[in-house]
């Protein structure tokens, strides 16, 4: 399988390891050989080989700061842009790991749309296409006989989306509800533990689970994409973001967390979909649910079903292997279809 890696931060850099480590187990267990033969960076450079680039050495280069140190070899090109590499370098995935832009997608939905249409699968970790066109990139591809893949994006390599599409299949899904914001169950547990919101935050940031800007996870934003993203891959709903009842955690105090534990529950964020609507709130859940066991910056992700009743998945929502894995996830189903 050749791949184009657009982005190579923390998540493209995730699946490159996991690439340069795995290449011999994957290919025994799985007959999966993938070579990256191109590279595109936003302010770093972009490579591009058609016998495939080092992973080894692109993890240096990578890591060093600029990919003009990867080595110079015959056939090595350099300096093409991302639309150039995706239309024009032979491949059969793009995958796309650049930081999520909203509302717009932008310029990754751009990408996802030129790889199509130069008959290339797509596999996201970027949400924000999917948010804004997700109907469009899915009708394009069906027209163009190629695929669209995006496990990353929701719960990173913890398998949300695979196990609704494919565990649960035969199942009615008629609700999910989960913690999809890592930063904001972070905080909550802290808060459990003593801190008040303020420094709680103070060492998420500190720990980097937040940014500096937090805004995105403390105000649900980045939940209520992933929302979007289920609405859309479980009911085929459409909602936009304007039409989900979106509240952060800002105005949490220690009192409330007081209050909620001494009747049995604590606070989480909580998404919450069914084919009707969806919103992303506070909420205290009873000591009984499942996801109040849920600490730190776990995910956790439970599915109403008519068969077999809640059912609840719970593991890593981010970092580097952890979203890594999620595309190599789907560059391996993509894999048993080709």
């Not at 009842?245 to 919450?272: N, S």
Request: aromatic share 4%; hydrophobic share 45%.
């Amino acid at each position: 399988m050749d791949i184009i890696l657009i982005g190579l931060g923390v998540v493209g850099q995730g699946l490159v390891e996991i690439l340069r480590d795995r290449a011999d187990d994957l290919a025994q267990s799985y007959d999966f050989r993938a070579r990256i033969v191109a590279v595109a960076t936003h302010s770093r450079g972009s490579l591009a080989h058609p016998d495939g680039l080092d992973p080894a050495r692109l993890l240096q280069a990578a890591q060093s700061g600029h990919l003009s140190r990867y080595p110079d070899a015959p056939g090595l090109r350099r300096g093409l842009d991302a639309l150039a590499l995706i239309r024009d370098v032979p491949a059969d995935v793009m995958v796309e790991a650049t930081p999520t832009r909203l509302p717009e997608g932008q310029p990754a939905l751009e990408y996802c749309r030129a790889a199509l249409d130069a008959g290339k699968h797509i596999v996201l970790a970027n949400k924000g296409p999917l948010a804004a066109a997700y109907s469009d990139l899915i009708q394009r591809a069906a027209r163009a006989g190629r695929q669209v893949r995006f496990e990353a994006t929701v719960m990173a390599g913890t398998p949300a989306l695979r196990l609704a599409q494919q565990a649960l299949a035969g199942c009615r899904i008629s609700e999910a509800r989960g913690i999809l914001n890592g930063t904001t169950n972070y905080i909550l547990t802290r808060m459990e533990a003593g801190l008040d919101y303020a420094a709680a935050l103070a060492e998420a940031q500190a720990l980097g689970y937040a940014e500096a800007d937090p805004s995105a996870d403390v105000d649900g934003w980045d939940a209520a994409v992933k929302l979007l993203i289920l609405a859309r891959t479980l009911f085929g709903a459409e909602p936009g973001l304007a039409d989900l009842d979106v509240t952060g955690i800002r105005d949490i105090t220690p009192d409330a967390v007081a209050a909620a534990r001494a009747a049995g529950e604590r606070w989480k964020l909580i998404a919450r979909v069914t084919p009707e609507g969806g919103s992303v709130a506070p909420a205290r859940v009873p000591l009984s649910d499942p996801l109040a066991a849920v600490s730190d910056a776990t995910n956790a992700i439970t599915y109403i079903t008519d068969l077999l009743g809640p059912v609840t998945l719970v593991g890593s929502g981010a970092g580097r292997l952890s979203t890594g894995f999620a595309l190599l996830s789907d560059l391996l189903d993509l894999r048993r279809l080709m």
